[in-house]
């Protein structure tokens, strides 16, 4: 005899929402550390992480089916920091042209490298961030990263590598730090000769 529809679909949601709930546990704190490196802002972190993890519990048997949940759950977490980023610059181009100004919010002093590394690494575009922080704070692989942003091996090869090169440049704080711009790296005649 077959069990009622409704018994079923019972029975299977509870076995999604424990998956989730163990999903939810084992990777909350790595996703909002995530967005916090690619938001350097705690609140905004914070609902980016519960956003994306909203989002994943919709669409939850697509989220499972990937090889790589958490990659997927990644993938969600950049774009819509992404998404956030483009918003913030949209709207502070609102305020310019109407001349209101918005003062930035500081938080308590940190250790003077820790500071640097951040505001530097916020300088950053997103999508050179996005890899920077994958590859090298979280010590994915290239294709690892590739899969969780979604984009070729060998984009993520020249988005770390200048992301890498722009980054080290922002925080010697040298000339150089001042030809980094629109996310290319320009050399000096003077520095492509040595």
């Keep these: ?3 009622p529809k409704g018994a079923a679909e019972a029975a299977r949601s ?3 929402r424990a998956a989730f709930d163990a999903f939810f546990s084992d990777h909350y704190r ?3 550390r995530f967005a916090y490196l690619l938001t350097g802002e705690h609140d905004a972190a914070d609902d980016i992480t519960a956003e994306a993890l909203a989002e994943a519990w919709r669409h939850w048997s697509r ?6 949940p958490l ?5 969600i977490v950049a774009n819509l920091a992404a998404d956030r980023t483009a918003t ?5 181009r609102s305020w310019r042209l109407w001349g209101i100004g918005r003062e930035d919010r500081t938080e308590p002093p940190d250790a003077a490298g820790v500071v640097d590394l951040r505001e530097a690494l916020l300088r950053l575009p997103a999508g050179k961030r996005a890899c920077v922080v994958l590859r090298y704070y979280y010590g994915l692989s290239e294709r690892e990263t590739a899969s969780t942003l979604g984009i070729a091996v060998g ?11 722009e980054l080290a440049a922002l925080l010697r704080g040298s000339r150089s730090a001042a030809t980094v711009t629109r996310g290319r790296t320009r050399r000096s005649a003077k520095g492509a000769t040595q």
């Design 30 to 32: 790595e996703l909002a």
């Design 155 to 165: 984009t993520v090869k020249s988005q770390s590598s200048r992301g890498l090169e």
């Design 63 to 68: 989220v499972t089916a990937t090889d790589l």
């Design 14 to 16: 509870a076995g999604d």
């Design 1 to 3: 005899m077959r069990e």
């Design 88 to 92: 913030l610059v949209r709207e502070r």
């Design 71 to 75: 990659a997927y759950v990644r993938r």
